[in-house]
């Protein structure tokens, strides 16, 4: 038999998600803010920077996060602040970087806004040399830079400002005067104005780098114009009314809006293309996105591929000809990608949507979309969601999506399919660190377990190339062999087989592993209890057992336990068949108590002990049955019975293994996870040897329960081997 997929696998996602870190503590609130508290950058490398709250009581802080090593500093999340020196004491936060490492932000009081100076970060050397930028002149008090350019040397633009008055005639002057600034990033960073009074209040939002000429600058601008005498603060119910303007050699242009004042341009890219915001309504505020083919062009109205009640912004664009535009719905707060058909006509694509990040939408919310690549990298930020097994609890976080890949069973990104890809999902079972792209989640479900593992196996190159050649397969020098290769006997190349994959693991892994033996060619593997040698027909691969770290030879060792003692015991994700076939039982449903409540020995007239003593009542949403259930508070909870027991199930939110024991010696354990995808799973066992005690556990977090059951029950007759039965019960809910 070999293994292969479900009927009805989904198709893989277009976006695959990965968050890079929770941005904020528990003892404080962060999320990017494009108004006020600074953006987040991408570049062409897929580095992204931002701010953060690092730990308890600490500041705002930037931060970079890298894909991989570079400007000797290590892949993933670099604190800037802290690489740079800054005191502990005051805020930063980084927006923008170019493709040379250069990063632009501010730091200082950035919530209350008046001490805060522009930043420049230079990524090099292992380290992150800050430079603070000053104030325009005596009049302002404070900067902040939001984005710089890839021309050498890089440009940088921002704003300046103070608490003073408006230049505007006959109204009330804004509380912060802002003026729009750039400067090139040469010794000393002088700061020159963008457009000199009557625009008293503006800033500099992007800037772009052309093939030749001056740098074409993004932003906004008020009392421009022949609108000068208009109010400086609000109309109705809208904040600061503005034009959107761009400046470009000195000369500052007033784009076209939507005809009733109030727009921004928020972004700009190197053939001159524009996003932004404006509104439909003054006295409405019904902002839209909007998009400018050049500083002339006539606005396309994005924000009307919306529902007419949903407001939106763009927040910027790539480079890409036609551009793809990202921003959010302001109405509803979720991220929003706009781009053009194959008929040239622009769509607009909800981030969250299934199509979009698969399953994954049952976990994440994303929030704001702030910038794009030409790779199609979008950096959002959002939130976990229900906590299912408390790999990433909930708050807000960065997250990074990156198209999904044509081939992502190559999961080592060698251009073959072989045993390394395999290995690549073994090592990242369960899920991914924080802040690393989860190559090994093969199906983009958030999820690494075995429809990953199966997903690999099936398109593995084989040794003759078939006509067509796969697609993935075509990557490969030449086609490579299964794993392997028929060594089982079967004569068949193509995916393993059951038998396979336990001839791999055994000899590996088992005691009674006798000898390596090597062949002036190829590595062999040979169990006493076996005639069978298992060849490796490429060289390369050596032994696989020495390939694989210690966690995942655990990992292997369980398949391998669970698949020699598998006849005892079968395992259930659907509980009416489990109800079927225990027979009589007892249910514990958890009511009748406070919420905290330490439960130990309440249930001991039913046969049954909690012996950890921490375990609690609990009152919550997402006990579906009847809103009580029990808190295993560290990650596990044990069950003491006062009979041999041989049915035990349990109905949970999330995911959870249980482990089975009789007379101290563990006779049985799930050797993948019950649960997922929903707050409503169930995961159940029949033992045909009894059990006195069983151990329920969730390694990633507490351990969550609606209602326990459990019973003498019938003996179960015996079952398939319980690895294949494991592999092929890939219908089980993931996150």
């Known amino acids: 038999m070999s293994l292969s997929l479900p009927s009805g696998a989904q198709s893989p996602p277009r976006y695959r998600l990965t968050p890079l870190v929770k941005l904020h503590s528990t003892t404080g609130t962060y999320a990017p803010n494009a108004n006020l508290e600074g953006s987040m950058g991408i570049n062409n490398k897929g580095q992204v920077v931002s701010a953060y709250i690092p730990s308890a009581n600490a500041t705002v802080q930037a931060w970079a996060w890298l894909p991989a090593t570079d400007y000797g500093l290590p892949a993933g999340i670099n604190n800037l602040h802290s690489l740079s020196g800054l005191s502990s004491t005051i805020s930063s936060l980084a927006a923008d970087l170019n493709e040379s490492g250069i990063v632009v932000g501010r730091a200082g009081d950035i919530i209350g806004v008046s001490p805060s100076r522009g930043a420049v970060w230079t990524l090099s050397g292992g380290a992150a040399a800050h430079q603070q930028l000053g104030t325009l002149d005596t009049n302002t008090t404070w900067s902040a830079a939001f984005a710089v350019n890839d021309a050498s040397p890089p440009v940088i633009v921002g704003e300046s400002g103070a608490d003073r008055t408006c230049s505007c005639q006959d109204d009330p002057p804004p509380a912060v005067v802002v003026r729009g600034i750039q400067l090139s990033f040469t010794s000393p960073y002088t700061l020159t104005e963008l457009s000199p009074s009557p625009d008293a209040y503006g800033s500099a939002t992007d800037v772009n780098t052309p093939s030749s000429g001056s740098p074409l600058i993004s932003g906004w601008a008020d009392c421009a114009d022949s609108k000068e005498n208009d109010a400086c603060l609000s109309v109705g119910q809208c904040t600061t009314l503005l034009d959107a303007v761009s400046w470009q050699a000195g000369t500052r242009t007033t784009l076209t809006d939507l005809g009733t004042r109030g727009s921004k341009t928020r972004g700009v890219n190197d053939a001159g293309n524009l996003a932004g915001w404006g509104f439909t309504d003054v006295t409405q505020c019904q902002r839209r996105a909007l998009y400018w083919d050049s500083t002339t062009a006539t606005p396309v109205n994005l924000g009307a591929l919306l529902p007419s009640t949903i407001t939106s912004r763009a927040e910027a664009l790539n480079h890409l000809s036609p551009p793809q535009v990202v921003g959010w719905n302001t109405t509803n707060v979720g991220a929003l990608l706009w781009e053009k058909d194959s008929g040239g006509n622009w769509t607009v694509v909800d981030l969250n949507d299934a199509a979009v990040i698969g399953v994954c939408e049952t976990r994440w919310t994303l929030a704001q979309a702030h910038d794009?690549?030409?790779?199609?990298?979008?950096?959002?930020?959002?939130?976990?969601?229900?906590?299912?097994?408390?790999?990433?609890?909930?708050?807000?976080?960065?997250?990074?999506?990156?198209?999904?890949?044509?081939?992502?069973?190559?999961v080592v990104r060698d251009g073959c399919i072989n045993i390394d890809d395999l290995l690549g999902v073994i090592n990242g079972w369960?899920?991914?660190?924080?802040?690393?792209?989860?190559?090994?989640?093969?199906?983009?479900?958030?999820?690494?377990?075995?429809?990953?593992?199966?997903?690999?196996?099936?398109?593995?190159?084989?040794?003759?190339?078939?006509?067509?050649?796969?697609?993935?397969?075509?990557?490969?020098?030449?086609?490579?062999?299964?794993?392997?290769?028929?060594?089982?006997?079967?004569?068949?190349?193509?995916?393993?087989?059951?038998?396979?994959?336990?001839?791999?693991?055994?000899?590996?892994?088992?005691?009674?592993?006798?000898?390596?033996?090597?062949?002036?060619?190829?590595?062999?593997?040979?169990?006493?209890?076996?005639?069978?040698?298992?060849?490796?027909?490429?060289?390369?691969?050596?032994?696989?057992?020495?390939?694989?770290?210690?966690?995942?030879?655990?990992?292997?060792?369980?398949?391998?336990?669970?698949?020699?003692?598998?006849?005892?015991?079968?395992?259930?994700?659907?509980?009416?068949?489990?109800?079927?076939?225990?027979?009589?039982?007892?249910?514990?449903?958890?009511?009748?108590?406070?919420?905290?409540?330490?439960?130990?020995?309440?249930?001991?007239?039913?046969?049954?002990?909690?012996?950890?003593?921490?375990?609690?009542?609990?009152?919550?949403?997402?006990?579906?049955?009847?809103?009580?259930?029990?808190?295993?508070?560290?990650?596990?909870?044990?069950?003491?019975?006062?009979?041999?027991?041989?049915?035990?199930?349990?109905?949970?939110?999330?995911?959870?293994?249980?482990?089975?024991?009789?007379?101290?010696?563990?006779?049985?354990?799930?050797?993948?996870?019950?649960?997922?995808?929903?707050?409503?799973?169930?995961?159940?066992?029949?033992?045909?040897?009894?059990?006195?005690?069983?151990?329920?556990?969730?390694?990633?977090?507490?351990?969550?329960?609606?209602?326990?059951?459990?019973?003498?029950?019938?003996?179960?007759?015996?079952?398939?081997?319980?690895?294949?039965?494991?592999?092929?019960?890939?219908?089980?809910?993931?996150?």
């Open 372 to 410: 794009i690549n030409d790779d199609g990298w979008i950096i959002t930020h959002g939130n976990a969601e229900f906590n299912q097994d408390g790999s990433y609890p909930t708050g807000n976080y960065a997250i990074l999506l990156t198209p999904f890949p044509d081939c992502p069973v190559d």
């Open 430 to 735: 369960y899920g991914c660190p924080i802040g690393s792209i989860c190559h090994a989640d093969v199906n983009g479900d958030c999820w690494v377990n075995v429809d990953d593992l199966l997903a690999v196996n099936n398109a593995w190159c084989p040794e003759t190339c078939p006509d067509p050649v796969p697609a993935c397969c075509q990557l490969c020098d030449q086609c490579q062999d299964s794993l392997m290769g028929g060594g089982d006997g079967d004569g068949v190349d193509g995916p393993l087989s059951i038998n396979e994959l336990i001839a791999l693991i055994a000899p590996a892994i088992s005691p009674q592993s006798s000898r390596r033996l090597r062949s002036s060619s190829c590595w062999h593997i040979k169990s006493k209890n076996s005639t069978e040698e298992i060849a490796m027909r490429s060289c390369k691969w050596l032994i696989v057992v020495a390939r694989i770290p210690s966690m995942s030879i655990m990992l292997l060792f369980s398949i391998y336990i669970a698949h020699q003692a598998s006849a005892a015991v079968t395992d259930y994700t659907s509980k009416s068949e489990w109800e079927a076939a225990a027979g009589a039982y007892t249910t514990i449903d958890f009511t009748g108590y406070t919420s905290g409540t330490i439960i130990t020995n309440q249930y001991a007239s039913l046969g049954v002990i909690f012996t950890e003593g921490n375990d609690r009542i609990n009152d919550s949403i997402a006990f579906l049955n009847d809103g009580w259930g029990l808190n295993g508070s560290f990650d596990t909870f044990t069950l003491s019975f006062s009979q041999p027991m041989r049915t035990v199930a349990c109905d949970f939110p999330g995911h959870l293994q249980i482990k089975l024991y009789y007379q101290g010696t563990l006779i049985h354990t799930n050797p993948f996870w019950f649960g997922g995808s929903t707050s409503a799973s169930f995961g159940g066992m029949i033992s045909d040897q009894p059990f006195d005690r069983a151990v329920v556990l969730d390694p990633l977090g507490d351990v969550f329960v609606d209602d326990l059951h459990f019973g003498q029950g019938i003996p179960a007759p015996g079952v398939l081997p319980l690895l294949g039965l494991a592999l092929l019960a890939s219908r089980r809910k993931r996150r």
